[in-house]
């Protein structure tokens, strides 16, 4: 059955500083990533996904995240953080086959700013 | 377009009462999909629609949760009846269809935060 580990419960950056928010899954198949991103109160909202082809994929918000297949991990990066980036962040595996399709989620980041 | 629309927004009840959540999806959109969000578990999905026919429902906990999607732009989880430990965040998602080999975005509703005393 394929999962998803974030192993970062809580990150707390400074603005401006990098981020790396790391992402391991396990999955037999040729994996379908996401970043979803939950502001609190809100619903998820999607940074940025992965398919195929290009390993490194941009989204939305400036971030960033690479696949690495040899690793099993989709880490999601920003150069420099914004104080609006605090929110919990969450991984997901999608996969498809025998027409079903679903998304399993990690347990998420939750990423705090030190203005 | 407006996105997914979820209702009520907060749902507070008391143990043993029905609970009825409900879900518009984005016009157009094939897939439905219902999730629950707790601390202790992060989020589950709790089940799928395509086509208005439901597809998997096996991350429904209880006999006591149901979901109907009468037409495409309409669905609705309900509890029946309810217990403290259901108390959660519930999502509605919905996507497009996917083509093999590829897959579409979920997009997500605000949510329904369900309080049971």
């Known amino acids: 059955a394929q999962s998803v580990t974030q192993p970062d419960i809580h990150i707390t950056v400074s603005e401006g500083a990098s981020l790396e928010l790391r992402c391991n899954y396990s999955?037999?198949?040729?994996?379908?990533l996401f970043w979803y991103v939950q502001s609190p109160g809100q619903g998820l909202q999607l940074l940025l996904k992965?398919?195929?082809?290009?390993?490194l994929v941009q989204g939305i918000k400036g971030f960033e995240a690479e696949f690495k297949r040899s690793q099993s991990s989709f880490n999601l990066r920003k150069p420099s953080v914004h104080w609006s980036d605090a929110a919990e962040y969450f991984c997901?595996?999608?996969?498809?086959?025998?027409?079903?399709?679903?998304?399993?989620f990690g347990k998420g980041t939750k990423l705090s700013v030190i203005p | 377009d407006a996105g997914v629309i979820q209702s009520p927004r907060h749902e507070v009840t008391e143990m043993g009462q029905e609970v009825t959540l409900r879900c518009k999806p984005i016009?157009?959109?094939?897939?439905l999909f219902w999730y629950r969000q707790t601390m202790m578990r992060g989020l589950e999905l709790l089940i799928y629609f395509n086509n208005n026919v439901p597809i998997d429902d096996s991350g429904m906990p209880e006999d006591r949760f149901s979901a109907k999607m009468p037409n495409a732009s309409f669905s609705t989880l309900k509890i029946q009846p309810s217990e403290p430990r259901d108390s959660a965040v519930y999502f509605c998602?919905?996507?497009?269809?996917?083509?093999?080999?590829?897959?579409?975005?979920?997009?997500f509703g605000p949510g329904t935060r369900l309080t049971v005393l």
């Open positions: 999955y037999g198949a040729t994996p379908y």
């Open positions: 992965y398919f195929s082809g290009d390993t």
């Open positions: 997901a595996v999608g996969y498809s086959g025998a027409g079903s399709y679903q998304l399993t």
């Open positions: 998602a919905s996507s497009l269809e996917f083509v093999r080999d590829t897959t579409d975005t979920q997009y």
């Open positions: 016009s157009g959109h094939d897939y």
